[in-house]
């Protein structure tokens, strides 16, 4: 993060939580001209439940008056329209089609480093600042991201989307401490965010995903099917409410095997189940790609994380361009889930990503009704 911050003025954003109160009152402390912004998403009909703590108006009552404490101005930036195009929408779109969305790396991506930034540049803002768990590092041949200090915080999973334009606009106060540190700082500071629990669920939301998209989305019951035989092993209500790995819930007539959901075919209806082996991946292919250095730069071997609790592995770069790459594991990983965001490392620095897509195609199926499966070749 930059040293001083004399002479420059940031937008933070504020969500009401602890973080981004810290992030307020160190910019301030540390010269910059603040001005606290918090986007507002949550529709205006009575029903906000659906919006957990981060993004509900009592989140943003809390923000304002951190705002008052810190000694800094407080703007409610109107984003529903964007929320929902850019993150509600496609976060249905994308379980209907058998895939498994991120919609915080929607979030990231298109509404608070796009629109946040471009807000930034109409205040005369030289930088947009958040509560992430993400180190800036500036080198000399630009400003680079990398994990957070704290690993259990580390949040730059959420952030390969960020443009490679807007990197030098960015800060994280926070990004080089651990959690319990910046709580302490909030007893510090005297803000009353300080022992504010944190927020864990999607924020609009409420109660469990399954239950949301079942009131959103059409439910098409269909079979549930074995991969090695075609055997019709149970029945389902819709591919929607299913992920690649999924073990529990299955609800099988036969129940002598642990069976794993391997493949979701939503034109068909079907989902198909199989063993441990079914589900391994020995590489991926993304879509969407971003990368935060020159694509020319990207190394033939990198670490890439697929899940955000996952463990990042060794992987080969078998194909890169401008939209989209392919990569072989250095050993084969479990249920890797279509819509899920492969994040690109090189050590502690955060490379890229990109959108996985299907590791395999379906041939045409065979007599017997069993679907045939191409690997990616390493």
Not at 19 to 29: H, I, M, Q, R
Not at 215 to 238: D, M, T, Y
């Amino acid at each position: 993060m930059t040293a001083t911050g004399t002479g420059k003025k940031v937008l933070c954003a504020m969500s009401g939580g602890v973080d981004s109160s810290v992030s307020a009152a160190l910019l301030k402390e540390q010269g910059y001209s603040v001005i606290g912004a918090m986007m507002r998403f949550w529709p205006d009909e009575k029903r906000v439940d659906t919006f957990d703590s981060c993004c509900s108006p009592d989140a943003a009552y809390e923000a304002r008056r951190v705002a008052d404490q810190v000694g800094v101005p407080f703007y409610l930036l109107d984003y529903r329209e964007q929320f929902q195009r850019h993150i509600v929408q496609p976060f249905l779109a994308e379980y209907a089609a058998g895939r498994t969305p991120n919609p915080c790396v929607n979030c990231n991506t298109k509404v608070k480093f796009d629109e946040l930034v471009k807000k930034a540049k109409m205040l005369g803002c030289d930088y947009v600042a958040t509560g992430h768990y993400v180190r800036r590092v500036d080198t000399p041949d630009g400003v680079e991201f990398h994990r957070g200090d704290d690993p259990r915080k580390d949040q730059t999973y959420f952030l390969w989307g960020t443009p490679l334009a807007a990197l030098p606009h960015i800060l994280f106060p926070v990004g080089e401490m651990e959690k319990p540190r910046v709580r302490e700082l909030a007893e510090a500071y005297g803000l009353l965010t300080a022992q504010k629990p944190e927020s864990q669920n999607i924020c609009f939301v409420p109660g469990t995903v399954k239950a949301y998209i079942g009131e959103k989305l059409p439910q098409s019951p269909g079979e549930i099917r074995e991969i090695a035989s075609g055997e019709v092993v149970g029945r389902h209500q819709g591919t929607q409410f299913y992920t690649l790995g999924q073990k529990k819930g299955l609800g099988l007539y036969q129940t002598h095997a642990v069976r794993h959901v391997v493949h979701l075919d939503p034109e068909s209806s079907t989902v198909w189940v199989g063993d441990y082996a079914d589900c391994l991946w020995p590489g991926l292919s993304a879509s969407g790609a971003n990368y935060l250095l020159p694509l020319s730069e990207l190394p033939d071997e990198v670490e890439v994380q697929v899940r955000y609790r996952a463990t990042p592995v060794r992987a080969r770069v078998l194909y890169a361009d401008e939209h989209s790459f392919s990569l072989a594991f250095e050993e084969p990983q479990f249920a890797v889930a279509p819509g899920q965001s492969a994040v690109l490392y090189s050590g502690s620095r955060l490379l890229g990503g990109g959108l996985i897509e299907d590791h395999v195609r379906v041939l045409p199926k065979t007599q017997d009704q069993r679907p045939q499966f191409l690997a990616l070749a390493p």
